[in-house]
C-alpha cells in the first residue's frame, strides 16, 4: 500500500451502474452472502467509499459465516470496483477462497486452508468492468466451504488507473459505514492479511481515516448434499411414542458407527481430519454419552449393514416437552484402522409435539 497521503482520501457518492444488474445468484436455491448493507442490486447514486492506496499486489476480502453446518459450494462472487466517475479503465484480480477462517482475541486474523486460486486453476485472471459490481462465475469449480467461516479475496493484478505513488483513480470500494471487525481484510505488501481494524501504514491507523466500512463484496452458495446421513421417520413424535431412523451410509458397511444426539447444531464437534460433527456438546449429548441412550435413543452405536444402512429407533419420554427439538449425527470409524473416523454424517432433526 502506498505510504499515507491526501491521494489515500476515501472517495464518497461514486455512481454504480454498469454491472449492477447482475447481482442475483445465479439459482434461485443458492444462498446469497452479502459483506455490505447497499442494495442487492443497486442503482443510482451510493454512498460509497473507494481505496485508491491499494497497489497492485494488494487486495480485499470479506469474511462470511455460513448458516448451519452443511458444507457449500462456491458458485459465484462478486467484486467492486469503479471511480468516482464511473469511466476508467478495466483492471484484471485473482480470485482466491479461504476457508475456516480465526481471529485471535486482538484480532489478528488466520486465513485457513486456501481451497480456490483462480491463477493457478486456470492460468487467467478475471478481468474487472470499470462502474459497479462484476459478478464472477466459479459454478464450474468444485469450490467447498466448510467454515465455520469462509473468506472471499481478489487480488489486484493489474490497474491501468494510476499507480503505487499517487493511488488509483479506480479500485476497490466498501459501503462508506464504520469499519468493523472480523468481517473486512486487507492484503498489504509486506504484511499480508490484516483486519481492517488493524491495518497500518507505518505508525498510521487506515481506519477510519483512509478506510471506512465493508467491502462490497458478495457470494453465493448451494449447499453439498451428504450421503452419510440420517433418515427420520415419524417426526414431529408425540411424548410416550417413537420415532424410526435410518443412519444411511453407502460404501461403508460392516464398518462400525457411533451416533449422538444434542439440542443445537452450531459450532458442532471437530472430528479431524474430517471436519466437523454437527452436534454441539451441550446437556444433552452429555447425558447421552454417560448412560449410552438411557434407553431413549437405541442402536446407536453398532454396524453398517451390508445394505450400507442400519436401524435406529428413539423412545421419546412422556414428560418430554411440546417443541423441543433433537438433533441426531453419526460418525463412521475403520475397524481395520484402530477406529480411525473415515465419515461424518449431517444432522437431522426430531421435532416433538
Known sequence: MSKVRSALALVAAALLASTAHAQLCPDPGNTHYQNDILPQVPGGALNIAIV???CEGEGCAAVFDIAGATPEKITQVACPFTSPSGTGLGATVNVQIFDNVTFNAQNVVTMGTKVFDLVNATGNEALLAEGGINT??????????????????????????????TGFTSNFFTDNTPCVARKNLLYILGTGWVDSTKAKVGPINLCPLFYNGNWVIRCCTEPILNPVNVTVIGSPV??????????NAPGYA??????????????????????????????????????????????????IGPAGTAPGLVLMPPQAQAGLEIYVAFVVFDVNAGFAPIAVSSASKIVVQ
Open 238 to 247: 408425540l411424548p410416550g411414542q417413537f420415532v424410526n431412523l435410518i443412519f
Open 254 to 303: 460392516g464398518s462400525f458407527y457411533a451416533a449422538g444426539v444434542a439440542l443445537g447444531t452450531n459450532p458442532g464437534l471437530p472430528v479431524p481430519p474430517l471436519g466437523t460433527l454437527p452436534l454441539n456438546y451441550d446437556v444433552l449429548m452429555q447425558w447421552h454419552l454417560s448412560t449410552l441412550g438411557g434407553g431413549v435413543f437405541n442402536n446407536f452405536f453398532a454396524f
Open 52 to 54: 485508491p492506496g491499494l
Open 136 to 165: 464472477i462465475d466459479l459454478s464450474n469449480y468444485n469450490i467447498q466451504v466448510t467454515g465455520p467461516k469462509f473468506a472471499v479475496a481478489f487480488i489486484m493484478n493489474f490497474n491501468p488507473n494510476g499507480n503505487c505513488t
